[in-house]
Structures are given as structure tokens and as C-alpha cells.
């Protein structure tokens, strides 16, 4: 069963920023934290991870609380090819990753 | 650039019969998985192999058999299909243990 707990769906306006928020209430220690997306008819595909400290790519950040028992998907300026589901994970075995059922992302233009 | 390549892109079968999804990376993964994605829900972990010669189950592993034939393919056997085994199935692959899953298109199954 899906280990962390995400809203079902979001709306957010072409060109705005977007927060994603993932609550991870049984997180151990070790577990990394990833973030993964899936758009229409595609397999997922890698967002970002992070395990403590804040991370940053080409594509979003990630803001990790400092209990660690949420984290946020920072996408920084929402386009339309952003419309999609985001998925968070929790994993500690580094190789069973048990995706919920995310966040549906709608952008309006 | 071909990345994870999964055939066939769509199946239809009737309850009973067999066949085998394949799976093939080319970025030299030594760790490979099957998923399945039932409509509107997550996708779920059937089977894994950390590396060539291994495999071990995931999250819902009964009425599939896989094989790591080489480091290469992974292929996903159902035996006897069932309704309830129709799903989209994904195959991914990562370079090791906690790196990121790189993601196949997709096999679209439906069994009758």
C-alpha cells in the first residue's frame, strides 16, 4: 500500500507557480524521497529526489520539511506540457518503489 | 536514443491463454522491474531483478512469472490470463539501487 498521502487533484494557472504537497506520516530516516510524473498514454518519469536538504533541477524543486513528514513538488512556472499526474514516493530498498495514486495536475491556459 | 523498449504496444486475449511481455533496455541498467496500472490507480510492483540472474517479488507478484534472460531483457509471463489482469503494463530500469526508473511506453492488455 501507497505510503504517502497526496490531494487527488490541482488546478493551477498557465505561467504560475505550483505547489505540490505530499505528506509522508510513517517516514523513516532513511527513506529518500521521489518524485516522479505521468502524462496522458506515457510511462512515469523522473521529477526530482531528495532526502533532507532542498534540491533543485532544470525541472522543479523540492522543499523537504524539517521533520521530514511532508515534502513539496515546486513547479516554478506552470505549462500546459506540466498537465499530469505527480506521484511521490517513499523508499528505503532503494528498488521497490510503491506509487499512489498522485496528484492530477490540470493547468488552464 | 531508444531507452526501454517494450512489445507488444497492445494485446488482447482471451481467459486462459498465455503470453509473454518483453522488455529490453540499452543504457546498461543492472536493475529492471515490471509494473502494472489498473484505470485511475497507481502503478503497482509485480516483480523486480536487482541485477542479472536475480529476481524477486514486488507488490503483487501472483499469476506472473518473470525471467532476466541477460542484463538486457526482462521479460513477464502470464501462464493462464485472467480478467483481472487486465491493466497497462510498464517495464523500467535503473542503473542501480536508489537511482532514478527510466520508464517503457507501455503494454496495453486485455483479456476477454
Known amino acids: 500500500d501507497a505510503k504517502t498521502t497526496q490531494p487527488n487533484s490541482m488546478e493551477s494557472n498557465e505561467e504560475e507557480p505550483v505547489h505540490l504537497p505530499c505528506n509522508h506520516s510513517?517516514?523513516?530516516?532513511?527513506?529518500?524521497i521521489h518524485w516522479y510524473r505521468q502524462l496522458p498514454s506515457q510511462g512515469p518519469e523522473y521529477v526530482i529526489h531528495?532526502?533532507?536538504s532542498n534540491v533543485n533541477n532544470r525541472m522543479a524543486s523540492l522543499a523537504i520539511a524539517e521533520d521530514r513528514k511532508s515534502s513539496t513538488l515546486i513547479l516554478h512556472r506552470a505549462t500546459l506540457r506540466d498537465a499530469a499526474v505527480y506521484y511521490c514516493?517513499?523508499?528505503?530498498?532503494?528498488?521497490?518503489?510503491?506509487f499512489g495514486t498522485g496528484t492530477s495536475l490540470t493547468v488552464i491556459p | 536514443n531508444a531507452g526501454v523498449t517494450q512489445t507488444p504496444k497492445f494485446q488482447v486475449l482471451k481467459t486462459g491463454q498465455s503470453m509473454t511481455l518483453q522488455c529490453a533496455q540499452d543504457?546498461?541498467?543492472?536493475?529492471m522491474y515490471w509494473y502494472r496500472q489498473d484505470p485511475g490507480m497507481g502503478l503497482r510492483l509485480i516483480y523486480y531483478?536487482?541485477?542479472?540472474?536475480?529476481?524477486d517479488k514486488g507488490e503483487v507478484p501472483n499469476g506472473y512469472n518473470v525471467s532476466r534472460l541477460n542484463k538486457r531483457e526482462f521479460s513477464l509471463r502470464l501462464e493462464s490470463a485472467a480478467p483481472s489482469q487486465t491493466s497497462v503494463y510498464f517495464c523500467?530500469?535503473?542503473?542501480?539501487?536508489?537511482?532514478?526508473?527510466?520508464f517503457g511506453s507501455g503494454t496495453q492488455l486485455s483479456v476477454l
Open positions: 523500467a530500469s535503473s542503473g542501480d539501487s536508489y537511482e532514478k526508473l527510466f
Open positions: 510513517t517516514i523513516s530516516g532513511t527513506d529518500y
Open positions: 531528495g532526502l533532507t
Open positions: 514516493i517513499e523508499d528505503s530498498t532503494g528498488n521497490q518503489f510503491y
Open positions: 543504457m546498461n541498467h543492472n536493475s
Open positions: 531483478s536487482a541485477s542479472e540472474g536475480t529476481t
